[in-house]
T-cell receptor, first 113, second 115 residues
Framework: QQQVKQSPQSLIVQKGGISIINCAYENTAFDYFPWYQQFPGKGPALLIA?????SEKKEGRFTISFNKSAKQFSLHIMDSQPGDSATYFC????????????FGTGTQLKVEL | ETGVTQSPTHLIKTRGQQVTLRCSSQ?????VSWYQQALGQGPQFIFQYYREEENGRGNFPPRFSGLQFPNYSSELNVNALELDDSALYLC??????????????FGPGTRLTVL
């Protein structure tokens, strides 16, 4: 059972453009939504995270938008750079479930010059 | 500060064999979680260890087992390997006993291929 659905599977964006990755969840017990970035040969690394008490969180060029009623959240990468080319995973965890993460299926982002 | 390290990097086994994967947690971290990442998929939680005790388990059969040692390093053991066990196995360590919001720091993974 896929509890966190992620789209698109792959994305090509021109340098300087905006990259948008979407996730939807089913379990209303989820209460923490991090995004992880994974480069080839490396493990995932925490990029930015949000809790549902806010609708948006911004850190540099990275913004999470959160829609609690729709059970959806998205990652926006502004001014996308070739160095942003990586696989991005959304994830979720439950307050009563410790820090165990349920991941989406991943989005492979390529930023072209 | 040393990050999470895993060994070996790659491993090839045949069906029915047993395998042991190793993880050294980041300095000061007392909790280790293991995830399986099949090709083209997101990581799936296998189990977590805190102070040498299992602290939660995902939907994996008992042939997946683990250990945590007093220095907080950990092993993942898989018995009776199946073809579907081929995946990248990720270890993640965290500082706060696996508490909610406790950030997990991932190692580079061990790529297991079962033939």
């Amino acid at each position: 059972q896929q509890q966190v659905k992620q789209s698109p599977q792959s994305l090509i964006v021109q340098k300087g453009g905006i990259s948008i990755i979407n996730c939807a969840y089913e379990n209303t017990a989820f209460d923490y939504f991090p995004w992880y970035q994974q480069f080839p040969g490396k493990g995932p690394a925490l990029l930015i995270a949000i809790r549902p008490d806010v609708s948006e969180k911004k850190e540099g060029r990275f913004t999470i938008s959160f829609n609690k009623s729709a059970k959806q959240f998205s990652l926006h990468i502004m001014d996308s750079q070739p160095g942003d080319s990586a696989t991005y995973f959304c994830a979720a965890s439950k307050r009563g479930g410790g820090n165990k993460l349920t991941f989406g299926t991943g989005t492979q982002l390529k930023v072209e010059l | 500060e040393t990050g999470v390290t895993q060994s070996p990097t790659h491993l090839i086994k045949t069906r029915g064999q047993q395998v042991t994967l190793r993880c050294s947690s980041q300095s000061g971290h007392n909790t280790v979680s293991w995830y399986q990442q099949a090709l083209g998929q997101g990581p799936q939680f296998i189990f977590q260890y805190y102070r040498e005790e299992e602290n939660g388990r995902g939907n994996f059969p008992p042939r997946f087992s683990g250990l945590q040692f007093p220095n907080y390093s950990s092993e993942l053991n898989v018995n009776a390997l199946e073809l579907d066990d081929s995946a990248l196995y990720l270890c993640a360590s965290s500082l706060g006993g696996g508490a909610w919001l406790d950030t997990q720091y991932f190692g580079p993974g061990t790529r297991l291929t079962v033939l």
